[in-house]
């Protein structure tokens, strides 16, 4: 599916990444940094234009965001009632209402894969409107940035800069959790005196 997709995007450019980003950030399984990174190649190669096909992604990733969040809201309480045994939705609501621009700032690229859980728990949490949206497009405005700009740079070498995603990605990755350990350690030095 994924070659039939870049396929699609010289053609389609800006309209296939606002449904690609769109339906990722919904949880469907579409591979859209990967397609981002060959619209990057082909803006290197001025087949489509930079502001429209990262606008483009960032409007498709954006409203996919609003859609979760709205879903988490209007829907909110049925998914908390009697469906979470272990208290996990619970707790996600209670820190999404604490910290949740944070956790919605690093889900839209760092985390992306908990990024349409944590619409639903922005959401459901009644976190403000607002708030979401601004830590949303700040979030997304970042991946996107990420993988055209790797694309473009990489002048169409889709195998080269998804590596260099991964690496950077994973680079920052670490160090998130390196921090939020350190964190947590010195938290618990401080309760223990």
Same mark, same amino acid.
């Given at each position: 599916m994924t070659?039939?997709?870049?396929?699609?995007?010289?053609?389609?450019?800006?309209?296939?990444?606002?449904?690609?980003t769109f339906l990722s950030c919904m949880a469907l399984p579409i591979p859209a940094s990967i397609l981002m990174l060959a619209a990057g190649g082909f803006v290197a190669a001025g087949d489509l234009s930079l502001l429209s096909t990262a606008s483009a992604a960032l409007a498709?990733?954006? +409203?996919?965001?609003?859609?979760?969040?709205? !879903? %988490?809201?209007?829907?909110?309480?049925? #998914?908390? =009632?009697?469906?979470?045994?272990a208290g996990l939705l619970v707790r996600a609501t209670q820190m999404?209402?604490?910290?949740?621009?944070?956790?919605?700032?690093?889900?839209?690229?760092?985390?992306? +894969?908990?990024?349409?859980?944590?619409n639903l !728990? %922005?959401?459901?949490?009644?976190?403000? #409107?607002? =708030?979401?949206t601004l830590w949303s497009v700040l979030g997304e405005g970042t991946w996107v940035a990420l993988y055209v700009g790797l694309g473009r740079a990489f002048a169409g070498n889709l195998e080269a800069a998804s590596a260099q995603a991964v690496s950077i990605l994973g680079f920052l990755g670490a160090g998130a959790v390196a921090v939020g350990l350190g964190y947590v350690l010195l938290r618990a030095m401080r309760a223990g005196r």
């Open positions: 070659e039939w997709l870049l396929a699609l995007v010289p053609t389609y450019g800006p309209w296939m990444l606002f449904a690609a498709g990733a954006v +409203a996919g965001d609003q859609a979760g969040y709205w !879903a %988490g809201r209007l829907g909110g309480a049925g #998914l908390l =009632r009697g469906r979470d045994k999404m209402a604490q910290k949740g621009g944070l956790a919605v700032y690093l889900t839209r690229w760092l985390f992306s +894969a908990l990024g349409p859980y944590v !728990a %922005g959401g459901a949490a009644r976190m403000p #409107l607002a =708030r979401f």
